[in-house]
């Protein structure tokens, strides 16, 4: 049975039948990524917008409250070490608006930028509520350019997978963007007009060559203190060494330091983010036909980083289609005014607004190592 229910709101409509949210939720992901990520790959990229003459615009962007992460029990908020605070479904009737596969925040939360991988640039105040994510404002599109100012008229030059701020804020400040298929890591300066061309790019690997074209650097993570400070640490969404692990690199100088990320069953990495402290989370994803969709986050501290290590580090939550996810592929961290650290996660849609979601997520991270010693 498949109900349409509200995500938000009016779970008696479905009464002793509440599962039936559950059973679409099931059946619209199963369905939409064995059509985004399986068979139809090929015809998934060309439903994506050409973005290359696109200009910088204004949209509105519609935003619907979850009404909780646990899809059956909405009054839970305890996950490990992790607390739901809210989510957002995210909407707009403009044709750029989706694809979202990075995101990077202000210190404070108060403002985001994210990258889509047809090209695109978002930039957007988050308005809370009572302390929960309640709207976008103030929110501009526009086009990633080549480093000469020109656009990138091609899908394999326009594929950007993640976006970290380096330094200062969204409104002016520094950010590395991440693409695959074409593989770079451009540096690039924000500001009022959004994302500005690459000043440059930073030398690559020279054994991230093996990388799949559709498999590139998808998560990429400043390091924020400790030995490795200033550093970026960059994973291929799935490259594995001989011994079936992630690889990952410590970028710092111009030089790379290869590590490797113990694969645990099988989920491929969509992107990272650098805490205080100097430990670093990774954003995961899994998809299967008999489970659908999974999603995710392990964190590694900072004294497991070093060149040649095999790090398996910890999970801090894994959830399936009993919570409300999508394709989760960006997120990001700022500080809370009670110093603690909230992790925003936000999803990929694949162009696809009929059966999938933009998703914004937050979660407070109850640890009291990855709140101190330093700030955002």
């Not at 009054?75 to 009737?93: A, C, K, N, Q």
């Not at 770079?184 to 690997?205: D, E, F, M």
């Not at 964190?299 to 289609?321: C, D, F, P, Q, Y």
């Not at 961290?333 to 998703?359: E, K, V, Y």
């Amino acid at each position: 049975m498949i109900c349409m229910q509200p995500e938000a709101t009016d779970r008696s409509r479905c009464g002793a039948l509440g599962l039936c949210n559950f059973s679409r939720a099931v059946f619209l992901v199963v369905f939409s990524f064995g059509l985004a990520g399986g068979v139809a790959v090929a015809a998934d990229k060309r439903s994506k917008p050409d973005t290359a003459q696109s200009q910088v615009h204004s949209i509105e962007v519609v935003a619907r409250p979850l009404a909780g992460f646990e899809r059956l029990n909405a009054s839970r908020t305890r996950f490990g070490p992790l607390e739901w605070i809210g989510g957002l479904v995210l909407t707009s009737r403009d044709r750029f608006f989706g694809g979202w596969s990075g995101l990077a925040m202000d210190a404070d939360g108060a403002r985001l930028v994210a990258v889509s991988d047809a090209g695109t640039w978002m930039t957007a105040d988050l308005i809370y509520r009572e302390g929960r994510p309640h709207a976008l404002a103030r929110v501009k599109l526009g086009p990633l350019k080549a480093r000469d100012g020109g656009p990138l008229r091609r899908d394999r030059d326009r594929d950007a997978e993640a976006v970290v701020l380096m330094r200062g804020r969204v409104g002016h400040g520094q950010v590395l963007v991440s693409f695959e298929q074409n593989h770079r890591l451009g540096i690039c300066q924000i500001g009022k007009n959004g994302v500005a061309p690459p000043s440059r790019y930073l030398p690559l690997p020279k054994d991230a060559r093996r990388m799949n074209s559709l498999k590139g650097f998808e998560a990429v993570a400043h390091v924020r203190s400790g030995r490795f400070k200033g550093a970026i640490i960059a994973f291929a969404e799935r490259l594995h060494d001989r011994n079936g692990n992630h690889t990952g690199w410590i970028l710092s100088g111009g030089h790379a330091a290869r590590f490797a990320l113990k694969d645990i069953a099988g989920f491929d990495l969509t992107d990272a983010v650098g805490l205080p402290n100097g430990d670093v989370i990774v954003l995961e994803r899994r998809f299967r036909w008999t489970e659908g969709i999974k999603m995710r986050m392990r964190r590694i501290s900072s004294g497991e980083i070093s060149a040649g290590a095999l790090i398996e580090g910890e999970v801090l939550l894994e959830a399936n289609m009993a919570q409300e996810i999508d394709n989760m592929e960006a997120i990001s961290a700022h500080r809370a005014r009670d110093g603690s650290t909230i992790l925003t996660l936000m999803s990929d849609d694949n162009f696809n607004g009929f059966l999938q979601r933009t998703l914004l997520l937050q979660f407070k991270l109850h640890d009291e190592a990855a709140d101190k010693r330093a700030t955002f």
